[in-house]
């Protein structure tokens, strides 16, 4: 009997302590400065390739990993590097799936897709299509800019849709 009355305390407690008391999660206005900042870089910047938005949607000191290694130390090396995928795959574009803000950072979830038409890192062109998901911690400043991109994605699942095979090591 015992049971039947915590059961019974169970299933109307919590459904009055989940009660929603009429509010939803409004989006703060940092929140949307944020999202509207980050969605321009991809869109705009990415998408579109307009590089003249880096300078309103990244900081000056502005910083990017790529698992782990530094890529980008500010706006003209994060341009170079957008340029080097540019030229590899002219048709790249990048879709994010989720976003998800907390104070200043937001993370997301996206897919890079392109053909590789143009020479990628001194690497010739192969012709191939890639599609490639991956995840990002973007922290931005007081300003609202992207400050800092931490990206994580499966190089080698990269590399073998371009049509790279790993070698067996020489064992001695």
Do not use: V
Request: net charge negative.
């Amino acid at each position: 009997m015992k049971a039947l009355g915590l059961l019974f305390s169970f299933l109307i407690i919590i459904p009055l302590s989940c009660k929603d008391n009429g509010t939803t999660h409004d989006p703060t206005a940092q929140e949307q400065q944020l999202t509207a900042n980050f969605k321009n870089f991809i869109e705009i910047a990415w998408n579109e390739k307009n590089m003249d938005t880096l300078k309103s949607t990244i900081a000056n000191n502005y910083t990017c990993n790529h698992n782990g290694i530094r890529i980008a130390n500010n706006q003209s090396e994060k341009q170079a590097f957008m340029t080097l995928y540019f030229t590899g795959f002219p048709d790249a574009k990048i879709i994010t799936e989720t976003i998800t803000i907390k104070d200043r950072q937001l993370f997301t979830q996206w897919t890079f897709t392109g053909t590789n038409t143009g020479t990628f890192s001194e690497i010739p062109a192969t012709g191939k299509k890639i599609k490639i998901n991956g995840y990002a911690t973007i922290l931005f400043n007081n300003q609202g800019k992207i400050a800092q991109e931490d990206i994580y994605y499966n190089e080698l699942e990269f590399l073998q849709q371009l049509g790279y095979t790993l070698n067996q090591p020489i064992l001695e």
